[in-house]
C-alpha cells in the first residue's frame, strides 16, 4: 500500500505518453508552438510499463493514460494491452480531446480500455474554434460516437470560460444527459501557459445557470477517490463539478503523475518532481519504488487554488501532466 506523508491512501496512477497537443486550447497552451519531444528524451512504452507493473504491485488500482494529448503518440494500443495483460481487472482508462479517436476506438476497447473521459467544452462550431484554435467539433463529435459505439464507458470534461463557452453549459449538460454520458464541468485552473485574460465559471455560478433550468437537483453524497462533486437530477441523472478551488479538494488525494520523460510529480499545481528515468532504463526498479515512496512523501497537503489572491496561478504546464 501507498501511503503520503499526510496519511492519504495513493492508488491511482496518471501517466503520460506525451506532452504535445494538437489543439491550442486558451486554458491550456494557447501559444506553445507547436513542437516534437526528440524520441530519445521520452521513456519507452516499455520502461513506462516497468514501473506501472512495479506500482501496480505496490497497490495503484487505477491507471489514466495522459498527455499531452495521448493519441498522439503511435502504438498506444499495444502499450494499452501491455497493462491490461499484466492484471486485467486494473482500472484503465484515457483522457482526450477525441479528434483522432474515430479511427482508434475500437483498436483501444480491444486492448484492454475500459473507460475514456473526452473534452467537450461546446457545442457551437464556432466557439470550439476559438477554444481550441482550430475547427475541431464535428471530428470530435464522430470520436465521442465512436467510443460509444466500441463500448468504452464514457465521461465528457468541460471547462466553461467567462465569454467564450460559459453560454454552452446547459447545452453541453443537454447533451450529455440524452446520450447517458456523465459530465464533470472544471473550474478554470489558473496557470501561466494560459490566456492571460480568461476567467473561469466557480460552482457557483455553473450551479446557477444550471438551476434555471432544472432548479430541483441535489447534491450526492462525496465519493472521496473521486475529484468531482456529484449532483443529481429528479430523473436519476447525475452531473459533476470539479471544484480545485475549494479549500478541501486535497483533503482525500489519491493521485500520483508519471511525465512521458519520467518525472514522477507529487501534485498538479507545484513544479517538484523527481525522475525515474535513470532508474527504470537500467532496470533499477528497487531504486524506482524507493523514489516513489520519497515523492509520496514529500507530497503537499493541498494545492494553493483556494488561496484568495487573484495573483495565484500555478506554474505548472499542464500539457506535461494531463491535468
Given at each position: ?122 457545442l457551437d ?27 468504452l464507458k ?62 430541483d437537483f ?106
Open positions: 500500500m501507498l501511503i503520503d506523508g499526510f496519511g492519504r491512501k495513493v492508488d491511482y496512477l496518471r501517466v503520460s505518453v506525451t506532452e504535445r497537443c494538437n489543439f491550442r486550447c486558451q486554458y491550456c497552451m494557447p501559444e506553445k508552438p507547436f513542437s516534437w519531444v526528440p524520441k530519445e528524451n521520452l521513456l519507452s512504452y516499455e520502461d513506462l510499463f516497468k514501473f506501472i507493473k512495479v506500482s501496480i504491485d505496490e497497490g495503484i488500482k487505477k491507471v489514466r493514460i495522459t498527455g499531452g494529448e495521448p493519441l498522439l503518440r503511435e502504438g498506444l494500443d499495444i502499450f494499452i494491452k501491455m497493462v491490461f495483460d499484466y492484471k486485467n481487472d486494473i482500472d484503465l482508462a484515457l483522457t482526450t480531446n477525441g479528434f483522432l479517436l474515430p479511427r482508434v476506438a475500437k483498436k483501444l476497447k480491444d486492448a484492454g480500455l475500459k473507460r475514456i473521459n473526452i473534452s467537450l467544452d461546446t462550431h464556432a466557439t470550439a474554434a476559438k477554444m481550441a484554435q482550430k475547427d475541431v467539433l464535428e471530428t470530435v463529435l464522430e470520436g465521442i460516437q465512436a467510443a460509444d459505439d466500441a463500448g464514457i465521461k465528457i470534461n468541460c471547462v466553461p470560460v467567462k465569454g467564450i463557452n460559459d453560454k454552452d453549459v446547459l447545452e453541453v449538460l443537454e447533451f450529455c444527459r440524452k446520450k447517458g454520458y456523465v459530465v464533470r464541468f472544471i473550474e478554470f485552473m489558473e496557470n501561466y501557459h494560459a490566456k492571460d485574460s480568461i476567467k473561469g465559471l466557480n460552482s457557483d455560478e455553473l450551479k446557477a445557470i444550471i438551476s434555471s433550468k432544472y432548479p441535489e447534491m450526492v453524497p462525496r465519493d472521496t477517490s473521486s475529484p468531482a462533486q456529484y449532483y443529481r437530477f429528479e430523473d436519476g441523472y447525475e452531473f459533476g463539478i470539479i471544484e480545485p478551488h475549494k479549500d478541501d479538494f486535497c483533503s482525500a488525494c489519491n493521485r500520483i503523475r508519471l511525465t512521458a520523460e519520467g518525472y514522477l510529480i507529487p501534485c498538479l499545481y507545484f513544479e517538484d518532481a523527481m525522475s525515474i528515468k535513470d532508474a527504470v532504463q537500467n532496470n533499477r526498479i528497487d531504486e524506482a519504488v524507493d523514489i516513489l515512496k520519497k515523492v509520496l512523501q514529500n507530497k503537499p497537503e493541498k494545492n494553493k487554488w483556494s488561496v484568495k489572491d487573484d495573483n495565484e496561478v500555478s506554474t505548472r504546464a499542464f500539457y506535461q501532466t494531463g491535468g
